[in-house]
């Protein structure tokens, strides 16, 4: 196997991207070299390395690596900022190249060189302004995965070459009554990952680029066994249906489980459902995705909306439901399908009022809730979890540069299940 040269903090500095690399194909420890697999060095060389590099032999120095992958930049013109992204400049979302600085490494402070970005249907509401408040430019992008590169004074639980994880907040008060309990996403201090600022003023920019700065408080610790890049969706779309499960008891074996919706929300709840072992049922307005659900993804059971009588069928069948549709449709009908002090969790956010059904609710001594993302601690609770049961996101991975077409795709609910960008492959500084 190659043996690479443990480099300095300041041969780290100059060559984070390299450097996140080389901690992806070797084990990074204390001792003076680390040995790389062969075949995964190989791969990597292919997917980001120069065309004409190969596999060395023997001891090599980390210069020698870092040159083995050094390209031009991409996705960016060069610039004297420290980082580059992808934002968008006002409402329209187009997203286009964007040099602007991050804060230097400071106390507490993690360091993490991005290697992937998921791509969340909350993306592209925000850059196109449609909850209102968008403040541009935006750098969109909350389920973020990478590699520390720095840590600074303080840091105890990351070092340089650890995998590391970003969701969708970045600091809170710490001291409100939500904090104290673990649930920062209530905080009314809270610092989004973008679209939002920090205290100082400044503008939180998101994972659409090439590295971020974020407290040791809000790093995640990312599981070994999992791919980075089909980690990064967990950081919101599993943590958001993960939370309520929890939250409302929806999580003893051999629960019944509904799951409105199978898109990148919807195919996590089933995922998760079926890793705490949850009778699943996948509620849809489409047959086609019948097989799918049941022989893809592992759904016990598949009910189509829009069939009457499979909907009586299900009547009072389920504990509780995460209901992941973000457009009008029938709450009553899912009422129906509760047993009494059934839970229906809204998890998607549809931009016109829903009907309440009250009579249908009385009845059932049912509950209506809704649910938003997690606190950190229960956010590493959650990827805890995905690593003891090999649970990821199902995913297409696309280049920084594709990211406008993935956003039209999504309209369409054109992808399976989520977009996730190689931001290490096509977003070069």
């Known amino acids: 196997m190659p043996r690479v040269k443990t480099p300095s903090q300041a041969e780290i500095s100059s060559n984070p991207r390299e450097f996140a690399l080389l901690a992806q194909v070797a084990p990074m420890h204390s001792a003076q070299y680390v040995e790389a697999d062969s075949q995964v060095l190989s791969e990597y060389i292919k997917l980001y390395g120069q065309p004409s590099a190969s596999v060395p032999e023997g001891e090599i120095s980390f210069a020698d690596f870092a040159a083995m992958f050094s390209r031009q930049p991409l996705g960016a013109k060069a610039t004297n900022n420290n980082c580059i992204g992808y934002a968008a400049q006002d409402k329209s979302g187009v997203l286009a190249p964007y040099s602007f600085d991050r804060r230097a490494v400071g106390p507490g402070d993690v360091r993490i060189q991005i290697t992937h970005a998921g791509i969340c249907h909350s993306d592209l509401h925000q850059v196109k302004d449609e909850w209102g408040g968008s403040v541009f430019p935006m750098v969109p992008g909350h389920e973020i995965v990478g590699i520390v590169t720095e840590v600074g004074e303080g840091v105890t639980k990351f070092k340089p070459g650890d995998r590391a994880?970003?969701?969708?907040?970045?600091?809170?008060?710490?001291?409100?009554?939500?904090?104290?309990?673990?649930?920062?996403?209530?905080?009314?201090?809270?610092?989004?990952?973008?679209?939002?600022?920090?205290?100082?003023?400044?503008?939180?920019?998101?994972?659409?680029?090439?590295?971020?700065?974020?407290?040791?408080?809000?790093?995640?610790?990312?599981?070994?066994?999992?791919?980075?890049?089909?980690?990064a969706p967990l950081l919101c779309a599993g943590i958001t249906v993960y939370s309520p499960m929890k939250h409302f008891g929806l999580?003893?074996?051999?629960?019944?489980?509904?799951?409105?919706?199978?898109?990148?929300?919807?195919?996590?709840?089933?995922?998760?459902?079926?890793?705490?072992?949850?009778?699943?049922?996948?509620?849809?307005?489409?047959?086609?995705?019948?097989?799918?659900?049941?022989?893809?993804?592992?759904?016990?059971?598949?009910?189509?909306?829009?069939?009457?009588?499979?909907m009586k069928a299900a009547t009072s069948s389920l504990h509780g439901i995460i209901d992941t549709v973000s457009a009008k449709h029938d709450?009553?009908?899912?009422?129906?399908?509760?047993?009494?002090?059934?839970?229906?969790?809204?998890?998607?956010?549809?931009?016109?009022?829903?009907?309440?059904?009250v009579m249908a609710i009385v009845f059932k001594r049912a509950l209506i809730s809704g649910s938003l993302i997690g606190g950190i601690r229960q956010t590493?609770?959650?990827?805890?979890?995905?690593?003891?049961?090999?649970?990821?996101?199902?995913?297409?991975?696309?280049?920084?540069?594709?990211?406008?077409?993935?956003?039209?795709?999504?309209?369409?609910?054109?992808?399976?299940?989520?977009?996730?960008?190689?931001?290490?492959?096509?977003?070069?500084?």
Request: one cysteine or more.
């Open 331 to 357: 709450v009553s009908a899912l009422v129906n399908l509760l047993k009494v002090d059934g839970k229906l969790v809204m998890v998607g956010v549809p931009e016109v009022p829903l009907d309440l059904p």
């Open 165 to 231: 994880g970003v969701g969708c907040m970045v600091d809170s008060c710490r001291t409100c009554d939500t904090c104290t309990r673990s649930e920062e996403q209530f905080c009314p201090k809270c610092v989004y990952t973008y679209n939002s600022k920090h205290p100082d003023g400044t503008l939180a920019q998101g994972g659409y680029s090439s590295h971020i700065v974020v407290q040791e408080a809000f790093t995640l610790r990312l599981p070994d066994n999992l791919p980075l890049d089909a980690t």
């Open 380 to 429: 590493q609770e959650m990827l805890n979890f995905c690593g003891e049961k090999g649970i990821t996101a199902s995913i297409e991975k696309i280049p920084i540069d594709y990211v406008n077409t993935a956003y039209e795709r999504m309209l369409r609910s054109d992808v399976r299940y989520r977009f996730v960008i190689d931001v290490q492959g096509s977003l070069v500084l």
């Open 251 to 310: 999580d003893k074996p051999g629960m019944r489980l509904g799951v409105v919706g199978l898109g990148g929300l919807g195919h996590m709840a089933v995922k998760i459902g079926k890793g705490l072992g949850l009778h699943v049922t996948v509620i849809s307005t489409s047959e086609a995705k019948r097989e799918e659900a049941i022989k893809v993804l592992g759904a016990d059971d598949f009910i189509v909306s829009k069939d009457a009588e499979q």
